[in-house]
């Protein structure tokens, strides 16, 4: 087989984003806001080289099926490019688009709505053919028709010609999907959870077809789904999308085997079923994945992220410092308040930023103070702050306690910051893939020493 690197790209991506919504909603209008749009793609590049099998994964809401349409020009981009096989697609001629639209197809999650239920099989497999002009004779459009229906393994194919979609399994519906993308041979399809809607015992056999079909048909994919052992098995490579950006690409054996970004780390952590090597714990990422309405600023990652970077010149534990930036995050979001502590039984400043410091994460990586009180409280002595942050928690949190937030924030802000919440990461080499988060940025491993022992493999050379 040849190698991926010496093959020619297929599919180039450039800066792509997708912005939706970008009317004035009524929430925005009253309170006098400037319109607020999903952020569904925001920035991802990617190159897809001719019979790869690329795999886009993440959770949902991160942008897979806005990226995937994009591909397919069932979407335009707000902003960036896609050249496919060349040509940048948001700037064709009608020809150019027809031939685009033959080469390129994508298949849907759900065969029972992809499929028109007035349609006999014949009719749904040959439609592209009719559309595209491509084959005009009814009798050769019905031979090609069952030529694809026997490869996609609906055989033989007249048993199969006249059915209506509410007649067959899900499997076959979905090998029908397959065949109507196959019928006008594509060079590339763009494959949305194709079988997540089909039960778990036909999986397999649908994605080994898939593979057959790749060779037979020459075909070059790309893979959506947030199932990250079908990515394994399917895929060559892979990109790892959080809320609208890709946050690490490249061989999926290493990503899986190792990977860099956090959120990839988290995100294998949630899928049992995916083999992990020994000394993998738990990753611990806290809370919830933010809005694309309004993501955090800087890396989209940092207000969950483990391994969150410290200022210049901390002199405390990682750790700390993450302990100390979600107290400042419950400030900014209203979690910690007056009100809140008095019914928690908490009255002072040093209780409260005993409270405050607590973090929402496995029980294996809590302090021991942490776990005794059910995850209400930690012990300030046992946390490696450095005097000058303590100080401004206990000041921040006396401000709270007297209702002044803004002073408490103001406090915060000067004292408690990090470059991951100030600038957008770029995608950086590191060995055979691209990460975008600051602790590959040049001089940012190194700038670390101790106060990142966690995180010491982290250098922009592995
Ligand atoms: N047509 C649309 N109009 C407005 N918002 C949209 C539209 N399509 C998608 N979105 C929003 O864009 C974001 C990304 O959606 P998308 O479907 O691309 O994610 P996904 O990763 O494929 O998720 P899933 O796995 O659930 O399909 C989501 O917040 C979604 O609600």
Redesign the pocket.
Known sequence: MDRAEDREPLVEIDGLR?L??QSQGIVDTVLGREPQP?R??DGVSLEINQGDIVGIA????????????MLVKL?EPTEGTIRFDGNDITDMTREEEREFRKRVQMIF?DPFESLNPRMTVFDTVAEPLKINDMIGDYQDRRERVKQVLEDVGLGPAEVYLDAFPDELSGGERQRIAIARALVVDPDFIVC??PVSMLDVSIRAGVLNLMKELQDEYDLTYLF?S?DLSLIRYMCDRAGI?YL?NMVEQGPTDDIIDDPKHPYTEALFDAVPDVELGEDRRRANATGEVP???NPPSGCRYHPRCAHIIPPDGWTGSQEAFRRAYQFKLKVRRGDLSADGAESAGIDDARGLVEHGLTLDIPEEYRSAAEVESGGSRVDLRAVDLPATARDALVDAAGAVLDGETEAALSTLDDTITTPCESRLPDPQPSGTRQVACHRYDDGVAEGLGTANAGIGSATAED
């Open positions: 997708k939706f919504d999903v569904a793609v993440g959770e949902s809401g991160c942008g897979k099926t806005t990226l995937g349409k979407h999650q949305d959870e959506i947030h999308m609208g809005s694309p309405r």
